[in-house]
């Protein structure tokens, strides 16, 4: 994913407010700690998920692919009082790093964390909630298109499904990849599903790995 020029990519570090103290540890203790630290979001696309979250005045948050966390708790700082973010991951061992620094976190009343098979507990966390006011999807890319199915008639209308790594390290525009990849086809595959959705107004951001905004008409 690291197609953006690096200068680029530290100077709007730079002029980005800084990511909260239990963030920043979070970051560091991934980096250090755990396998595959690029799939963390990190302290841009964290700022971008807190402010969507504040903007939209969420209340009921759904985080598809906890990780270690970091999503969940940028994406929690924006939830209304009384509010709830319900997170799914399926690797218990990073759910259980997750789940610490939910703990030490402001929110760790309002996040819910569920541990399985994603498609399955996102049908378990919709009848605890009456809609989803913000849906974030960062898991398996062969299956953004079923997660996609499946919490688009409980969002809310106005409300916003969001998926990470649309572009793919810019491999949904080789024509190479798209024949010999798997990923890249689900991927550029789930694109043209939402480019053809009538029921929303869709925008495809070049922000880090690429972030598909999709807001429910």
């Known amino acids: ?5 690096k200068n680029i990519q530290n100077y709007a570090e730079l002029m980005t407010t800084k990511e909260p103290d239990y963030l920043l540890e979070l970051n560091r203790y991934t980096h250090t700690n755990v396998l595959k630290p690029r799939m963390l979001s990190g302290h841009l696309q964290g700022r971008f998920l807190a402010t969507i979250s504040r903007m939209m005045q969420a209340e009921y948050i759904l985080d598809i692919g906890t990780y270690t966390g970091y999503s969940a708790l940028a994406l929690a700082e924006g939830l209304k009082d009384h509010g709830s973010l319900h997170t799914l991951e399926f690797n218990e061992e990073v759910a ?3 789940q610490r620094f939910f703990k030490q976190s402001p929110y760790s009343n309002s996040i819910h964390l569920h541990i399985g098979d994603a498609l399955q507990n996102i049908q378990k966390a919709g009848e605890q909630v009456p809609h989803w006011d913000i849906v974030w999807i960062d898991a398996e890319k062969s299956e953004y298109a ?3 199915d499946l919490c688009i008639s409980k969002l809310r209308k106005g409300g916003l499904i969001m998926a990470d790594n649309v572009l793919w390290s810019g491999k949904v525009v080789d024509e190479k990849a798209l024949l010999n ?5 689900h991927l550029h595959q789930f694109n043209l599903k939402i480019q053809q959705d009538e029921r929303v107004s869709n925008l495809l951001l070049p922000i880090r790995d690429g972030i598909m905004m999709v807001q429910k008409l």
């Open 146 to 148: 079923a997660y996609y």
């Open 181 to 185: 990849d798997e990923d890249t086809k």
């Open 96 to 98: 259980e790093v997750a």
């Open 1 to 5: 994913m690291d197609f953006i020029d």
